[in-house]
């Protein structure tokens, strides 16, 4: 029997209630998914430099190439949503269906480019013999078994724009037990398991994520979640495909964009110094952690407004935005308090080094001003995008980072003393305007009138 949290109407009762029941436990598993590099990296570290170095940029290129997948289901997260609102769950399932055939194809791609590409790309970069070998032998594993990945991922999207969050967080924390345990016996070769070293790592994401796949596949065909998937009357829609290909590929766009602009900033950074480039990659995590569960608001208002636009009240699809905001902007008013005062103290988990502790605590207390408007630039970005808006917040991205953000670290470190300040200035100030531009598109509301 379904338990009454399945059965619940999100397009009903107050909109505060329905964005904390679907946000906590988004919030939840995307914290889990951070676990993986994390734990990737604290084991490989015992293999040496080359295989950390290898690790750590093969594990980037994966990254770039993930947000290629990630964008496409954007489309499926925004049109299940919508026909879920309207009542169509037989439309809903058709929309499943063409988005898992674009997640096999697209893993198929991805599988040909690790077997056959993943030296070329890692020698890009410059680095090392012994840093292409380590880095290729985990990137080719972990790109001829992206399908696992596509399949966690796809009926996790499906799950969470029916409504049902709660199932994926599960499937989410069954996963990365699995990884957690499992990683150190296939690097290291302990009790029956071979010694794989790094390719041990890339292994254990795709046995695990397999493992992930399976029962969110079971949870799916068997109905024991909102949604109930079936092949029943199965066959390709091309036009429904091209119409998922057209809301997925702008948010694809974006969070490559997004990745490459990150490579940039590393660039600009890297003149001032060792210690200026470790700072800048230090903020770098704290700001994950605090964009996780701003991204957890802004997926399940997205859902919200997906699904309340479905069932024709573009009002309360406007709310779920606003109010994800205010939620997230009132924690880190609090939170950037702590952060103001004890910035030296958050610095040590990582470091003690006096200088990296230093100059860390100065690039976050600068990030404060971004983190009052994370809330504002992220959580709507996602909502639009969760409407089917992709192309706007494509065009925002591209815009802000390449025109604004770019251009800002590469003149402001010329005015401003020390120079490594300016990088980060310009990376609030970017951030800044992309609030501005989204607060004022969300408040008119051309994204309530797209089509999906």
Same mark, same amino acid.
């Given at each position: ?58 594990? @980037? ?5 993930? #947000? ?16 879920? =609102? ?92 699995? /990884? ?54 199965? #066959?390709?829609?091309?036009? &429904? ?60 208002? =997205? ?17 779920? =935005? ?25 610095? /040590? ?22 983190? @009052?408007?994370?809330?504002?630039? &992220? ?57 501005? &531009? ?15």
């Amino acid at each position: 029997m379904r338990s009454a949290a399945l059965e619940r109407d999100w397009t009903k009762g107050s909109v505060l209630r329905n964005l904390l029941a679907l946000s906590w436990p988004v919030i939840v598993g995307q914290s889990l998914n951070m676990l993986g590099p994390t734990v990737d990296m604290i084991w490989v570290g015992k293999l040496g430099a080359a295989a950390v170095a290898g690790v750590g940029i093969a594990g @980037m290129a994966v990254m770039v190439l993930n #947000s290629l997948l990630m964008g496409l289901f954007t489309g499926v997260r925004a049109m299940v949503a919508r026909f879920f =609102g309207a009542g169509d769950s037989g439309g809903a399932n058709h929309i499943a269906q063409q988005g898992f055939v674009i997640g096999i194809v697209f893993s198929i791609f991805m599988a040909f480019v690790g077997i056959f590409f993943a030296e070329p790309i890692l020698s890009v970069f410059g680095v090392e013999p012994d840093v292409v070998a380590e880095g290729a032998a985990y990137m080719r594993i972990q790109l001829t078994g992206i399908v696992t990945m596509s399949l966690v991922m796809m009926a996790q999207t499906v799950m969470q724009a029916s409504g049902d969050t709660v199932t994926p967080m599960k499937i989410a924390v069954f996963f990365r037990i699995i /990884h957690v345990i499992l990683c150190p016996f296939l690097i290291f070769g302990w009790w029956l398991f071979p010694q794989l070293g790094v390719s041990g790592a890339a292994l254990t994401n795709v046995v695990s994520q397999g493992l992930g796949g399976a029962l969110a596949l079971w949870f799916l065909f068997t109905g024991r979640t909102r949604m109930q998937l079936t092949l029943k009357n199965f #066959s390709l829609d091309g036009s &429904i495909i091209w119409r998922l290909v057209k809301i997925g590929f702008p948010a694809s766009i974006s969070g490559m964009h997004r990745m490459f602009t990150h490579l940039v900033l590393v660039w600009f950074m890297a003149p001032f110094g060792t210690i200026a480039l470790a700072a800048h990659t230090l903020v770098q995590r704290v700001d994950t952690f605090v964009q996780t569960p701003c991204a957890g608001f802004g997926q399940s208002a =997205g859902v919200l407004a997906g699904q309340n636009l479905g069932a024709g009240q573009p009002d309360r699809a406007e709310k779920s =935005g606003w109010l994800a905001v205010v939620l997230f902007t009132g924690i880190m008013a609090v939170a950037s308090v702590a952060i103001w005062f004890w910035a030296e103290k958050i610095v /040590h988990i990582f470091s003690t080094e006096p200088e990296l502790v230093r100059m860390t605590a100065a690039f976050i207390r600068i990030q404060i001003a971004g983190y @009052m408007m994370f809330g504002v630039a &992220i959580i709507l970005s996602l909502c639009v995008e969760g409407v089917g808006d992709t192309l706007f917040t494509m065009g925002v991205t591209l815009v802000s980072m390449w025109l604004i953000q770019v251009p800002l670290a590469y003149f402001l470190p010329q005015v401003i003393e020390p120079g490594y300040y300016g990088v980060r200035w310009a990376m609030v100030i970017a951030l800044v305007i992309r609030a501005i &531009i989204y607060g004022a598109y969300f408040k008119v509301g051309w994204w309530k009138r797209r089509k999906v």
